[in-house]
């Protein structure tokens, strides 16, 4: 079975593809994680792509194209793949259809993961973690027992990532929006889009996802 599975950053996409991967044994084709393996490789596709980031520029859609289709070559034919990060564009939707057609897969499910923007705000900005062991942390969700002492180490250092900050949360969720917007019609038209409440509870996600890959 292969999918695409779609949500904005902190929508929980990496951690429902980990569950996939470990429950249904698919491979994660994660277009940023394989660009940078077929650079430290060297594979052919990998010293293009090479060429044109250390020119500054854009790895155009032709080397990432290139990139998942040696990924594909490299599995068994009968490994269910998520593409995560893939495709981004109409025309990346078109490769795909190229890349599976000429491997004899088609692409089952679009799954997408449907959030709240406000409400992913929150859950986003108000993450923290422990500064020393990364037992993770919320100002609503998950406060540690004792105040201002880690509960799986004691530790009293958190950290905070620049970037969880309301206006690069909505930047973020502007960006993908923009994205996703021009695919999502070509996948509609075949039926195989559907989506998921991407802020229910971790476990009732991952159950819905199941859910819609056993009705095949």
Do not use: W
């Not at 393996?37 to 194209?65: C, F, N, R, W, Y």
């Amino acid at each position: 079975m292969n999918i695409i599975l779609l949500g904005p950053p902190g929508a929980g996409k990496g951690t429902q593809a980990t569950r996939l991967v470990d429950e249904r044994g698919m491979k994660q084709l994660s277009t940023g994680d394989m660009l940078r393996a077929a650079v430290k490789a060297g594979t052919p596709v990998g010293l293009q792509a090479k060429a044109v980031m250390e020119s500054g520029g854009l790895v155009s859609d032709e080397i990432v194209s290139g990139i998942i289709g040696e990924a594909l070559d490299a599995l068994d034919a009968g490994t269910g793949v998520i593409f995560d990060g893939y495709p981004r564009t109409e025309a990346q939707a078109h490769s795909l259809d190229a890349l599976l057609a000429d491997r004899g897969r088609t692409l089952d499910h679009v799954i997408e993961l449907d959030v709240d923007e406000d409400a992913l705000v929150e859950r986003i900005t108000g993450r923290f973690t422990c500064a020393n062991c990364g037992e993770g942390y919320h100002d609503t969700f998950k406060q540690p027992k004792v105040a201002g002492v880690c509960d799986k180490c004691g530790s009293t250092e958190f950290k905070r990532r620049a970037d969880d900050n309301e206006e690069t949360v909505r930047t973020r969720m502007a960006e993908y929006r923009a994205k996703t917007a021009p695919i999502l019609p070509i996948y509609e038209a075949r039926g195989i889009v559907s989506r998921v409440d991407g802020m229910a509870d971790m476990d009732d996600v991952t159950k819905a996802i199941m859910a819609i890959l056993d009705r095949g």
